[in-house]
């Protein structure tokens, strides 16, 4: 069952991750995706850290998407933390980025 969308919570220095929430029915879904996988979404240098709530935004659906599967995938019912890092973020053949264009999901 697909994650509907919860809260942007903000950027974590002590993770070093963006933290949002999601939803599955009433439970509520702690996520987050890593610096270093939101730097590979946003196509900039790593260790630069640019206004990371805009490129969350910016990105949302497909962030969603990858945090809704790896949910579904995830057999670790006591936290229930989905954790994005970079290699869950999709590359085409030519090891381009795969982005969502709004209203495609």
């Given amino acids: ?23 599955n029915g009433q439970q509520i879904v702690q996520c987050q995706i890593s610096t270093a996988a939101l730097s590979d979404l ?4 790593r260790g630069s850290k640019g206004d ?12 969603e998407a990858i945090a809704s599967a790896l949910f579904d995938q995830s057999s670790n019912e006591k936290t229930r933390v989905v954790s994005i890092f970079s290699k869950h973020i999709p590359t085409s053949r030519f090891g381009r980025r795969h982005t969502i264009k709004p209203g495609s999901s």
């Fill in 1 to 23: 069952m697909p994650l509907r969308r919860g809260k942007a919570i903000g950027y974590d220095a002590d993770l070093m991750a963006f933290r949002f929430t999601m939803r």
């Fill in 42 to 45: 946003a196509d900039r240098r």
């Fill in 52 to 63: 990371l709530l805009a490129e969350f935004k910016a990105r949302r659906l497909l962030i």
